[in-house]
């Protein structure tokens, strides 16, 4: 060996013969371009050749679930972790979400290359994929598990894996698993729920905001009685009416909790005033991480819908809307259900704005309390550490 390779840790040998793998080997490359097999060149003299599009495109979803699951795990484990989210960490999730964003983004558009299939071409080797179907793709389930999807808001199909995964006991396993550590959804919900901030001894910000809207509902009545009119004086006392109701669901906690078990709102009242609270402060420089994250979530569910919409469409495309889904299935009825609102993660995020203020009218947050926030731990006082212990450990077990 020369001296300079001696002291640079550099081999005289060749690129090919120095230690570590070559590109092919480190990629595995014979086993993964070796797995496309098409049914319709075994059991018909011609073969279907879009049959290989179909496959290539399915197994390169499954790659890109992976890698999904790979950074949601790794989100959820710094969510968890008894030492809080500091600044640095923050930073680190927004990355990691910001790239399943990007993913999902990519996902979206795969399917526009799907769709250069015709539904003839489809035709001619859809008859030997049963009973295999895209609703059978457990890294898919997990996702939506792990998210914070419940079972309970799954349409009926779509609740009995014992049938979709046969007698696959390794993917009921994982599945359980997946319905038993905490989702994304609780580990925010509590991350939201210690916003700070919403102390009733510190800023009280519920309280503020509370008084702030019950000032603005009661100058909108009076302006209402004060009109002449009386259909227009009705429709002003209507439209009143309904805004009072709206923030009376946010205010009272018994409407609220209705709400919740109806499945119609998700998060806790206190994580819903903490996410209200930071879509408020969003410019200000201690809550500009949180409303990247928030917004990222949105993201997340906002594409997911979308992969669900461009995938129906092109099912209805290829095989009309009364067929059959390869599965057993109901084919586009039952994806069309699955585009509801009940399939959304993080519905409370979507509904911010229904209670946004105009910002004149947001309480100011002065100087005393901008530097309580700036000294306080990002993620405020933590007193779950031998819960979050065992959230760690039961995500450190699912990752390996």
């Known amino acids: 060996m020369s001296r300079e390779a001696k002291t640079s840790g550099l081999s005289d040998r060749p690129l090919g ?5 070559i590109y092919s080997e480190y990629l595995q490359l014979n086993k993964l371009l070796c797995s496309q097999h098409m049914l319709s060149a075994e059991k018909n003299p011609r073969p279907a050749h879009d049959e290989h599009l179909f496959i290539i495109t399915h197994q390169t979803y499954e790659l890109w679930f992976k890698q999904i ?8 484990l710094k969510f968890s972790n008894n030492q809080g989210v500091c600044e640095s960490n923050a930073m680190e999730i927004i990355r990691r979400l910001n790239r399943i964003v990007m993913i999902l983004k990519l996902l979206v558009d795969q399917v526009m290359i799907l769709e250069t299939m015709t539904p003839l071409d489809f035709m001619e080797f859809r008859k030997f994929l049963s009973p295999a ?3 059978q793709s457990l890294q898919f389930r997990l996702i939506e598990n792990k998210l914070g999807l419940k079972q309970e808001f ?19 396993k994982q599945i359980i698993i997946s319905e038993e550590e905490p989702s994304l959804l609780i580990l925010i919900q509590k991350w939201l729920e210690r916003t700070p901030g919403l102390e009733l001894n ?10 702030t809207i019950m000032s603005m509902l009661e100058k909108q009545r009076k302006t209402a009685m004060e009109v002449e009119t009386e259909s227009e004086k009705l429709y002003l006392l209507s439209d009143f009416e309904k805004r009072k109701k709206i923030y009376e669901s946010v205010f009272d906690l018994s409407i609220h909790n209705t709400l919740v078990q109806r499945g119609e709102r998700r998060f806790s009242h206190k994580a819903l005033q903490g996410a209200i609270m930071i879509n408020f402060y969003r410019d200000e420089p201690q809550f500009s991480q949180r409303h990247q994250i928030i917004t990222l979530l949105m993201d997340i569910d906002s594409l997911i819908a979308k992969w669900r919409y461009n995938h129906l469409l092109m ?3 290829m095989i009309g809307t009364h067929s059959i889904g390869t599965g057993g299935s109901s084919g586009y009825q039952y994806l069309r259900s699955t585009l509801s609102d009940r399939y959304k993660i ?35 006082t933590n007193n779950d550490d031998e819960e979050n212990k065992e959230v760690i450990n039961n995500i450190d077990s699912s990752t390996t």
Not at 17 to 21: A, C, P, S, T
Not at 202 to 211: L, N, P, R, T, V
Request: glycine share 6%; proline share 4%.
């Open 202 to 211: 510190g800023f009280d910000f519920w309280g503020k905001y509370k008084q």
């Open 69 to 76: 699951l790979f950074e949601l795990d790794s989100v959820r």
């Open 315 to 317: 099912v209805q495309r």
């Open 346 to 380: 993080f519905l409370d995020l979507f509904n911010l704005s229904t209670f946004l203020l105009p910002r004149n009218l947001i309480p100011p947050i002065n100087n005393l309390i901008k530097n309580n926030l700036s000294h306080i731990n990002w993620e405020g």
């Open 154 to 172: 799954r349409v009926k199909y779509n609740q009995n894996y014992s049938c979709v995964f046969d007698r696959d006991e390794e993917a009921m």
């Open 133 to 135: 179907s895209g609703f």
């Open 17 to 21: 013969e120095q230690d570590g793998l």
